[in-house]
């Protein structure tokens, strides 16, 4: 699992900041503040292990948008995680618009070096070798939980556009971060794994009583399929009205169940549309996740009802903001290393203080 994340002139974040995780992690902090930047890393490394740096280096418009303006401590962006069993770090170096490596490389938890980055090559070339190794042999391997959590991350951010839309007919269908595929993944679900469908019809229905059951039929456009729930009173309703609210909650939990051992899955903002009880409902089913499948989930949120289910867990909190020097960095803190926020817990639970402005006081940098 991993422990913690350390940036430094890596988008947002110019000064060197950790951000240290729990099982669940929460990023609260106003818009801009940073919380984007951090959710986007996981994709960033996976893309470029996965893909091939010149890739992502294309879809993010340019090194000018990966490095953050003005630089900090010179014109290097570095890289760092810490796991359970160990840690990776790399130092990477911009010259003539590219990002190469300076150093860094893969070590044990007691320091012992496992593998290094050779100097001047694309950015987790690395990881990449080891991917491609891994995806060869198809076998596990001791160093696989240093660096597969975020080589194989999940992001998360629903769209209800493509939550609507049919899904495709496709032999291994995948979720998605933006929700497609649902159909297709819950018709695979239904004919080849019954445990997850089982998993899925139980949650839904002691979380959505009106719901009977949700089922993956041919759509009228040749070749795809689509969503349809039917409810209690036998109503059907097919993903193109069944309400927001329902559709999000649905992909959601499908997302949590396929969540495989050691997974990362960040997701941005997964109160959007849903209903306070049921967001609590969902936090629930996180927790059992993570105990069953030792999996990890990194939350963005501006939710009142999601930050109040961890109000006995300050160390989970961690507050974004800008600082107030000329670089604008993103500086970050758990709410647990702010004794003066951390007391008011006692008072007021987080969604309070995040309405009544507690958590946009600043902090030392």
């Not at 070798?129 to 995806?135: D, G, I, L, N, V």
């Not at 032999?171 to 595929?181: D, F, H, I, V």
């Not at 456009?221 to 969503?227: D, E, F, I």
Request: hydrophobic content about 40%; charged content about 20%.
């Amino acid at each position: 699992m991993l422990k913690s994340i350390t940036l430094q002139n890596f988008k947002s974040f110019g000064q060197r900041q950790t951000v240290y995780l729990e099982p669940i992690t929460v990023l609260v902090g106003p818009n801009n503040s940073g919380k984007s930047s951090f959710l986007s890393v996981a994709k960033f490394i996976a893309n470029c292990a996965l893909m091939g740096f010149g890739k992502v280096e294309e879809q993010e418009g340019g090194v000018e948008n990966i490095i953050h303006r003005p630089a900090v401590d010179g014109n290097e962006v570095f890289l760092g995680w810490e796991t359970d069993t160990g840690n990776y770090e790399v130092t990477l170096a911009a010259k003539l618009d590219q990002l190469n490596v300076r150093q860094g490389g893969m070590k044990q938890a007691d320091g012992i070096p496992i593998a290094t980055e050779q100097e001047g090559t694309a950015p987790f070339t690395l990881l990449s070798t080891m991917a491609r190794e891994k995806m060869a042999k198809g076998k596990r391997v001791d160093t696989d939980s240093i660096w597969v959590p975020l080589v194989l991350s999940r992001f998360i951010h629903l769209s209800l556009e493509v939550l609507r839309e049919d899904s495709q007919f496709v032999p291994e269908p995948r979720l998605t971060g933006s929700g497609a595929n649902l159909a297709s993944v819950l018709a695979l679900w239904r004919s080849a794994y019954p445990e997850k469908t089982n998993q899925l019809d139980g949650f839904l229905r002691q979380c959505l009583p009106e719901l009977k059951f949700i089922l993956a039929q041919p759509s009228p456009r040749h070749g795809l399929q689509r969503l349809w729930v039917e409810q209690s009173n036998g109503q059907r309703f097919d993903a193109q009205h069944i309400s927001e609210g329902v559709l999000s909650f649905i992909a959601l939990a499908m997302h949590i169940i396929d969540a495989g051992p050691g997974s990362l899955i960040l997701i941005e903002e997964p109160e959007r549309s849903i209903h306070p009880q049921r967001l609590y409902s969902l936090v629930e089913f996180m927790r059992r996740a993570v105990h069953e499948h030792q999996c990890q989930f990194i939350l963005s949120t501006h939710s009142r009802v999601l930050l109040d289910n961890f109000r006995d867990e300050p160390e989970a909190i961690v507050l974004f903001r800008r600082s107030d020097t000329p670089d604008q960095s993103t500086l970050v803190r758990r709410l647990a290393d702010l004794p003066e926020l951390a007391e008011n817990l006692s008072r007021s639970p987080p969604g309070e203080m995040l309405e009544t402005g507690f958590f946009t006081r600043p902090f030392e940098s």
